[in-house]
Each structure stands twice: as C-alpha cells, then as structure tokens.
C-alpha cells in the first residue's frame, strides 16, 4: 500500500511528529531527548500507535516497534540500557503469543518524562507487524475521512472502544477486527478508499 511515503519508516514519522500537535511534538522531543529510537535502532526501532495519526487520548502510550530474533536475547542485552533512560529505572517485560498472528512478543513498558511507552518486540520484521500495518491503514484511511474521521474514531475511543475495533465498526467490518484491519493493508491505497467510501458509517 502506497503512503504518499508519509508514515513507511521510522523517519518519516519522527518528522510528521516535529511538526505535529502538542502532545506530537511533546512525543517528538521525548523520543529526541532519551534516545530511545536510536538505542534500538539494530532492532529496526518504529514508533507507531494512536499518536503519530492524532487519535490519541489523554492517557495513551507512545508504541516503538522492534524486530528481533531471539526475544530472550533482546531483553538480556537491553534490559540495562533501556532501565538507564527509564524514569526511576523502572521496567517491566511481559511474554506473551499474539492472538491475531499466534506468533510470540516480549513488551517492555517504562516511562519516559510523563509519557508511558510499550516496546513491542517480534521475530517478524516490523513491517509486517500487525501494529505497523493496522497504523498504516488507519492514516491512509484518516487521510480519506479528514477531520470528521478523526473526531469520530476519537469519539469511539472515548466511549472504550479499542483502536482497531474502532475502525472496524466505522467500516462495518464482522469478524475479528485486527485481523480485518490487517488484511486492508493488502489493497493499494486507491483500492483501500474506494472499499472505504461504500460503507463509512458516520
């Protein structure tokens, strides 16, 4: 899928982030300050989530994804380093098998400034990670919808409704919603669009 080369590298998102909102911007200088995407850079580091594409709530995580192919491995040799740039050099790692791919992740949430943040690790390269292609989709889709698609999935979001689901039920979309928002980043972006328009719900 075509992104007008926007949000496809970790670079083209840290640029969309410095000149973004507030709360972007404020996400910009705390990735800058602590490092972070550079420390993990040998790991293919990605921020993604809800606040590069302005979705965010007042409580949302900043997401890096990394690639990597022995998760043990991963957390022996960057536990040290990421507990250094942590506030208060708290980390916490969790082990678990992604429902939606059944493939195995290490997380590691710590807090940067005010920020919570969630590094998510698989032995798949990030870009095709279901996070990274579910955040493609929804930018490109954003895109299309402009402001009253960003006020509308904020709405949802509002009420308690997950990203994903969120966009799945303004589609109209049955069936599991991270895996139907994966499958959307198989259609080029036109393609995308025209699917798009036929059954927006707002």
Excluded at 133 to 161: F, N
């Amino acid at each position: 899928m075509s992104m007008n080369g926007m949000m496809d590298t970790a670079e083209n998102v840290m640029k969309h982030l410095s000149v973004g909102n507030q709360r972007q911007q404020d996400a910009y200088r705390v990735f800058q300050d602590s490092g972070l995407l550079a420390k993990l850079a040998a790991y293919s580091s990605y921020p993604t989530g809800t606040v590069p594409i302005d979705i965010d709530l007042p409580d949302s995580d900043l997401d890096v994804l990394c690639y990597a192919d022995d998760l043990k491995t991963f957390q022996a040799e960057q536990s040290g380093q990421l507990e250094g740039i942590a506030l208060n050099g708290r980390t916490q790692w969790t082990y678990g098998i992604s429902v939606s791919d059944q493939k195995a992740y290490v997380t590691c949430e710590l807090k940067l400034g005010s920020w919570p943040v969630e590094i998510f690790v698989q032995a798949v390269p990030v870009e095709q990670q279901n996070a990274y292609l579910h955040m493609q989709v929804e930018w490109s889709l954003l895109q299309l919808w402009g402001e009253a698609g960003h006020r509308e999935i904020r709405r949802l979001k509002q009420a308690g409704w997950k990203t994903e689901p969120a966009f799945a039920h303004v589609l109209g979309l049955e069936g599991n919603p991270y895996i139907e928002m994966r499958d959307l980043a198989e259609l080029k972006e036109q393609e995308l669009w025209e699917f798009a328009r036929s059954r927006v719900t707002f």
